[in-house]
């Protein structure tokens, strides 16, 4: 089974903060991806990496940067926090390629008050 | 870039009732398409993955179909029970290597005893 896990599960930030999600994936997977997940929306992709060391911006990019510092992690960062950023963030894993499975972690639940 | 409208966005049926969920695609190169399901507070599982340019795919439970001329896939359950209860999602992939997937609104399915 594909393994990938996220920390923290849940966080409350300020206004203003800086905020760093993590995730893990045990897979070897080359590619990682972030989503974002809003009520009564489906995910929305915010960066995506092919590799260690590649990070590639998504379709809602803005207010995020990425960093995939080994082939096993890959870290959202959010360097200056807004309340909008408030939402259940995903991560997941897969091989790439037009067939691809992605294979999704746990979830991260921001709050941004 | 690729839209995916996905309808109804909730569903609530009777137990050993069909509910049938349609996503409709707007990039005719579109090339593989996923359909994930989500339970409550819980991550997304993939569900099913189709490829073919009229395509009926069965699970346990469930049927795919996947018609590439109207640019339209469907996941029909067809004898509903309680623990199909959970939001569903399609996704579209391009055919790329970068895996990205374009994921509908997804749709609320509550089924009733």
């Known amino acids: 089974e594909a393994a990938v896990t996220q920390s923290p599960r849940n966080k409350v930030a300020v206004t203003g903060g800086k905020v760093t999600l993590s995730c893990n994936q045990t897979n070897n997977h080359n590619n990682m991806y972030w989503y974002r997940q809003d009520t009564g929306h489906g995910l929305r992709l915010i960066h995506y990496?092919?590799?260690?060391?590649?990070?590639e911006k998504g379709d809602i990019p803005d207010g995020y940067k990425a960093s995939r510092p080994s082939q096993e992690n890959f870290s959202l960062i959010l360097e200056l926090a807004t309340p909008s950023q408030t939402s259940v963030y995903f991560c997941?894993?897969?091989?790439?390629?037009?067939?691809?499975?992605?294979?999704f972690g746990a979830g991260t639940r921001l709050s941004v008050l | 870039g690729e839209q995916v409208e996905q309808r109804p966005p909730h569903l609530s049926v009777r137990e050993g009732d069909s509910a049938v969920i349609t996503c409709t695609y707007t990039?005719?190169?579109?090339?593989?398409f996923f359909w994930y399901k989500q339970e409550p507070g819980a991550s997304l599982q993939l569900l099913m993955k189709v490829f073919s340019s009229t395509e009926i795919n069965e699970g346990q439970g469930f049927t795919v179909l996947l018609n590439k001329k109207d640019k339209r896939l469907s996941l029909n359950l067809t004898a509903a029970h309680p623990g199909d209860s959970a939001a569903y999602f399609c996704?579209?992939?391009?055919?790329?290597?970068?895996?990205?997937?374009?994921f509908g609104d997804g749709t609320v399915l509550t089924v009733k005893p």
């Open positions: 990496s092919y590799g260690a060391g590649s990070t």
């Open positions: 990039d005719p190169n579109s090339y593989y």
């Open positions: 996704a579209v992939s391009p055919n790329t290597n970068t895996g990205k997937l374009t």
């Open positions: 997941a894993s897969g091989l790439g390629g037009s067939q691809n499975t992605l294979y």
